[in-house]
């Protein structure tokens, strides 16, 4: 198991920006596959945006054009630069980190965005 700890979450009104970071305990960060989730309340956790090992990105339609997931394979940190943001957006938001050949993988203990004026 991998240890991931979230930050950068707050309150922003509509239109502004945010950068989510997720940090990873394990060295091999490397050849894991990286997805941010959010929930908001009483829905179902959504899959926002992955990034493969390699680099290979995919989002959501909600969220194509302006979010934006990175990684740092130094760093062992996967980011989640955040813009033109929506009340819709409000949610905690997961960093999840699985590992190759593996379902389901290792979770943050979240960070909660709102988007409010």
């Known amino acids: 198991q991998v240890q991931l700890v979230e930050s950068g979450g707050g309150l922003v009104q509509p239109g502004g920006s945010l950068r989510l970071s997720c940090a990873a305990s394990r060295s091999f960060f490397r050849i894991y596959a990286m997805n941010w989730y959010r929930q908001a309340p009483g829905k179902e956790r959504e899959l926002v945006a992955a990034i493969t090992d390699s680099g290979i990105t995919n989002y959501a339609d909600s969220v194509k054009g302006r979010f934006t997931i990175s990684r740092d394979n130094i760093k062992n940190t996967v980011y989640l630069q955040m813009n033109s943001l929506k009340p819709e957006d409000t949610a905690v938001y997961y960093c999840?980190?699985?590992?190759?050949?593996?379902?389901?993988?290792?979770w943050g203990q979240g960070t909660q965005v709102t988007v409010s004026s």
């Open positions: 999840n980190a699985v590992p190759p050949g593996s379902l389901g993988g290792s």
